[in-house]
């Protein structure tokens, strides 16, 4: 599996911030303890394919730092940042319509990102930006969006919404941040979980999800990659255990479709092994 990863995501952090460089790089150093992996480094995505998603002038307050967000620290240089994790998914979007999968491990994560709006530790959105070039690129291509983090991926279901190319489906604890999700409407797909779920109850909820993906009949499947639905994961309450990422790995590839992977959250020690389970799955083949 090809995997998108860049040393110099690690370079930023904010004090005490949940969202930190570690995360990245226990997931690297898991992943590497294999030899399934192969590490390739991304290229910063351009401002046109920012412009595919987000408004010309959030864009622009993002490059010079005038924004206030008390959630989404306001660092030195965080569109040079940004923009390289944009990068990072639109590899592996093309990495994975031509040879199948690939993840793309970067940061800062995207969902919460609206087309004007930063939230959540998200500033450009990473998933919708990728999807949105290859609908760009290719007029033909159909694709499903899978959100399993356990926040509501709020800004890639803003983005998508009413767009007949697109679905998006997301599965996330209710309540918590940031709200919304709570019913489906219309291309959206909203699963919403009490707190305390375990696989007892993620997995029905997974099955229909993959069923409407599957009927949907896509060209590609994006994954918003969350590892915080992970029963000790300090910001959430869901109970998945490491091996049920195994058994969501399973079920995606069940859906025979080019896949990429996108790193949203996920915040625990573990985030490394709840990765290497989940993708374990395409080594089998
Ligand atoms: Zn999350």
Redesign the pocket.
Known sequence: VKVIYSEKLLEYHSPRHPESPDRIKLIYQTLNQTDQFQFIKPTPATKKDLLLVHTSDYVNTIKQNAFLKSDTPNIPNIYEFARLSVGSAIKAAQFALKEGVAFSLARP?G??AGRNSAG?FCYFNNIAVATSRLLYTNRSIRAAILDI???HGNGTQEIFFGNNKVIFCSL?QSPL?PGTGLKSVNNCYNFPLPPNTSWRQYQPALTKAAKIISCFKPNILGVSL?L?AYKNDP??NFMLELNDYAKIGKVIKKLKLPTFFVL????SKNVGKCALQLLTNYEKT
């Open positions: 994560p969902h919460h959540g983090d356990v926040h996330h941040y969350g915080d910001l959430a949203e959250g996920g915040y």
